[in-house]
């Protein structure tokens, strides 16, 4: 059946970034070494291994995308007779939705960063403000420089980045003046500034080496404030900053194509799929049915 050699012949097909072939080795080795050694089994074992996987939503569907592509290279070389992910699509459509962060718990999860003004604390908000006014990637703001952030005109910033699947800083977002006050605040407790020429990293760990916040090591400091502003709701993942970011400039009536630039989205498909659910529960046509029908509560009140 599989093996490493198949691994590593699918990805020398593929035009990945190091940092995505890394990535995909790591899960295909995982799934080679725990599902395929038996053949009787694998197409049923790849299911159930895929959804016993303790991971968020979105990051299963990402393994889903990756196990998919392989095994339909696999399938088009006849490595092997079939692709059992065929038999989740079904199964994953089902999975719970993320949703954004209701105004209250934006409140919630900036207070909890303000109520210190140490070096982790100012780190914190200033993350997290910056990605709730700018929608960026958590892989985008870790790897954020001083320098990648430029003045285009008087009272207008914009943040340099690489996007996802990008090899160079080659995309941006526009930074309001509440997300250049945060990352001010912070750099002035660590004696540097914006538009400085060096190249150091924004977010840097509150340890002595002072080395740059890791993508997984953000991730797991979104999450701890999360939970320390109780925002525990299903379908909520550190994610959801993003999504809520494309929420309140829609509310707010920015123009969707405007939108799918913020997100750096290559199809606008994938911008509907966050404001789907916006349109879906305010404008729901289950709202607009009545009957003129009484509750049970409604009817005792009048009587009395």
């Known amino acids: 059946m599989?093996?490493?050699?198949?691994?590593?012949?699918?990805?020398?097909?593929?035009?990945?970034?190091?940092?995505?072939?890394?990535?995909?080795?790591?899960?295909?080795?995982?799934?080679?070494?725990?599902?395929?050694?038996?053949?009787?089994?694998?197409?049923?074992?790849?299911?159930?291994?895929?959804?016993?996987?303790?991971?968020?939503?979105?990051?299963?569907?990402?393994?889903?995308?990756?196990?998919?592509?392989?095994?339909?290279?696999?399938?088009?070389?006849?490595?092997?007779?079939?692709?059992?992910?065929k038999l989740m699509k079904i199964r994953l459509s089902t999975m719970p939705l993320r949703y954004a962060l209701t105004s209250e718990e934006v409140q919630k999860l900036v207070s909890v960063t303000r109520q210190k003004k140490d070096e982790r604390a100012l780190r914190d908000c200033a993350i997290i403000i910056f990605m709730l006014h700018t929608g960026l990637r958590v892989g985008g703001v870790s790897g954020l420089d001083v320098q990648d952030f430029i003045q285009v005109k008087p009272g207008r910033i914009i943040a340099k980045y690489k996007g996802k699947g990008h090899i160079g800083k080659d995309s941006f977002v526009v930074v309001p003046e509440i997300g250049v006050r945060g990352i001010d605040e912070y750099l002035k407790l660590r004696k540097s500034k914006l538009f400085a020429s060096d190249q150091g990293a924004v977010f840097l760990t509150v340890w002595k080496d002072k080395?740059?916040?890791?993508?997984?090591?953000?991730?797991?400091?979104?999450?701890?404030?999360?939970?320390?502003?109780?925002?525990?709701?299903?379908?909520?993942?550190?994610?959801?900053?993003?999504?809520?970011?494309?929420?309140?400039?829609?509310?707010?009536?920015?123009?969707?194509?405007?939108?799918?630039?913020?997100?750096?989205?290559?199809?606008?498909?994938?911008?509907?799929?966050?404001?789907?659910?916006?349109?879906?529960?305010?404008?729901?046509?289950?709202?607009?049915?009545?009957?003129?029908?009484?509750?049970?509560?409604?009817?005792?009140?009048?009587?009395?």
């Open 2 to 85: 599989l093996s490493e050699d198949h691994i590593t012949e699918f990805l020398q097909s593929r035009s990945f970034l190091p940092l995505t072939k890394k990535k995909y080795r790591s899960l295909l080795a995982r799934y080679v070494c725990d599902v395929v050694p038996d053949p009787d089994t694998w197409e049923q074992g790849s299911v159930r291994w895929l959804e016993g996987l303790k991971v968020e939503p979105n990051t299963k569907r990402y393994y889903f995308d990756v196990l998919h592509s392989f095994l339909n290279w696999c399938l088009s070389r006849g490595y092997v007779p079939s692709n059992p992910m």
């Open 211 to 304: 080395c740059r916040l890791t993508e997984s090591r953000m991730r797991e400091t979104i999450r701890e404030r999360m939970v320390e502003a109780k925002i525990k709701r299903p379908g909520i993942c550190v994610h959801s900053l993003r999504h809520t970011a494309a929420t309140m400039a829609y509310r707010s009536g920015a123009d969707i194509m405007a939108i799918k630039e913020m997100l750096d989205h290559r199809s606008l498909e994938t911008t509907q799929g966050y404001l789907h659910s916006i349109d879906r529960i305010e404008g729901a046509a289950e709202l607009k049915i009545d009957y003129g029908l009484e509750t049970r509560t409604d009817t005792k009140k009048r009587r009395k």
